[in-house]
Nanobody, 116 residues
């Protein structure tokens, strides 16, 4: 069984930065694709960014150049560095681990609020 625990959310002013962390338990971390998703109030959950086991990355257009995903396999942790935050980045951010073969897991989410 895999558990994902996010941390690092909070309240920040526009233009500020936050760093989210997602620590994974279990044995699927290294070969898994890790992702960050977010869901704003009244909206559907959307992909923010992913990082593969080979460290290839992909970003939503809305966060390119501002957000950076990274992973530390030794710590089974994925990070999301968020810079130049905007009020429209306000959402609950969820960590996802996908190791294939229906092994798809979600964290509980962490709130990020950006004030204008």
């Amino acid at each position: 069984q895999v558990q994902l625990v996010e941390s690092g959310g909070g309240l920040v002013q526009a233009g500020g930065s936050l760093r989210l962390s997602c620590a994974a338990s279990g044995s699927f971390f290294s070969p898994a694709t890790m992702g960050w998703y977010r869901q704003a109030r009244g909206k559907q959950r959307e992909l923010v960014t992913i990082i593969t086991s080979g460290r290839s990355t992909n970003y939503a257009d809305s966060v390119k150049g501002r957000f950076t995903i990274s992973r530390d396999n030794a710590k089974s942790t994925v990070y999301l560095q968020m810079n130049s935050l905007k009020p429209e980045d306000t959402a609950v951010y969820y960590c996802n681990l996908n190791a294939g073969f229906n092994r798809d897991y979600w964290g509980q989410g962490t709130q990020v609020t950006v004030s204008s």
